[in-house]
């Protein structure tokens, strides 16, 4: 998997990303250890958390925006009882109540309804677009505004354990340590303020692990460290089998394809969104989608 560095290979970088960065900044820290402007990331993980962030390089750049529609993982840990200004612990504490009473039958109530398709208020400092502005610049100006529920599937949301604590301020709190399987553009700390508004104590998130991208995982991931020590690429054509369905073709309609030429696709892929198209010799030459039974170019490598 790792490639000696002559010039920058193309392919994704898995990174284990530390606290406290934001996800630009470990697309900045990784321009300067691969040596290139080209690089950016799937999909954003929040300061606080740690864990999974994936990063294209050159060429694969391509693919992110494909990649960051897909299924993702975590481990993090809610704390019942408190509520904060960003739903998590950077903010500042908004609300104490007691929790101490809160049985694990309601916890594990309340968590049943935010499993499966919901709809999902995102939280106020998030960066979702609200009339064209980040909604954190309007929460930072004091603006009141709305934000509208939006689907998102919850496929597994499962506490593992539950611990009695004391907050800071003498709060009786519980911390549940859950793990999460949801769709992209789910907030697990909206996850948390709406498990505990529903337990009537308030909630928010103390910690958060992602541990899955689509099929990139944590124990494909390098620290910034190891990184900077040596530069472990995913070459672009095992990622991309890694992430879509996979489709040979011959040379023939290799070169067509890579001119632009919209082929028939057979049936086994109408449904299955973008498709890896690999060449007789296994590069890895496009990324299509089935539109009206013909091969649509989603981006071109070959």
């Known amino acids: 998997m790792t490639q ?3 010039t920058t290979p193309d392919g ?11 996800s630009h900044d470990v697309v900045a820290k990784m321009r300067g250890i691969a040596r290139t402007r080209r690089v950016g990331h799937a999909g954003t993980l929040d300061p606080m958390a740690t864990g999974v962030l994936v990063l294209g390089v050159e060429k694969a750049t391509k693919l992110l925006g494909h990649l960051a529609l897909t299924e993702k993982e975590y481990l993090g840990t809610i704390r019942l009882g408190q509520t904060t200004l960003t739903d998590d612990a950077e903010g500042e504490i908004t609300g104490s109540l007691d929790a101490s009473k809160v049985t694990r039958e309601a916890v594990d109530a309340g968590i049943a309804k935010l499993t499966g398709d919901i709809m999902q208020v995102p ?3 998030s960066a979702i677009k609200i009339d064209g502005v980040r909604s954190y ?3 930072r100006e004091g603006e009141e505004f709305e934000i509208p529920a939006r689907p998102v599937t919850v496929s597994s949301f499962s506490v593992y354990d539950v611990r009695d604590a004391v907050a800071e301020d003498g709060t ?12 992209s553009g789910t907030y697990i700390r909206a996850l948390a303020r709406d498990l505990g508004a529903d337990l009537g104590v308030g909630g928010h998130l103390t910690a958060l692990r992602r541990t899955r991208v689509g099929p990139y995982k944590l124990d494909s991931a390098r620290t910034l460290d190891q990184l900077q020590e040596e530069l472990s690429v995913m070459p672009i054509a095992e990622a991309a089998a890694a992430a879509f369905p996979r489709w040979d073709v011959d040379a023939r309609r290799a ?8 082929l028939e696709m057979p049936d086994e892929y109408g449904a299955a969104g973008a498709v890896a198209v690999f060449d007789p010799e296994g590069r890895f030459i496009a990324l299509v989608e089935e539109h009206k039974g013909k091969a649509k170019s989603l981006a071109v490598f070959g």
């Open 255 to 262: 070169r067509l394809l890579t001119n632009g030429v919209r």
């Open 12 to 22: 994704l970088v898995i990174v284990d990303k530390p606290s406290g960065f934001t």
């Open 4 to 6: 000696k560095r002559t």
């Open 137 to 139: 610049k309007r929460a």
């Open 123 to 125: 939280s106020r400092v």
């Open 172 to 183: 009786p709190v519980l911390d549940l340590v859950v793990s999460v399987v949801c769709s």
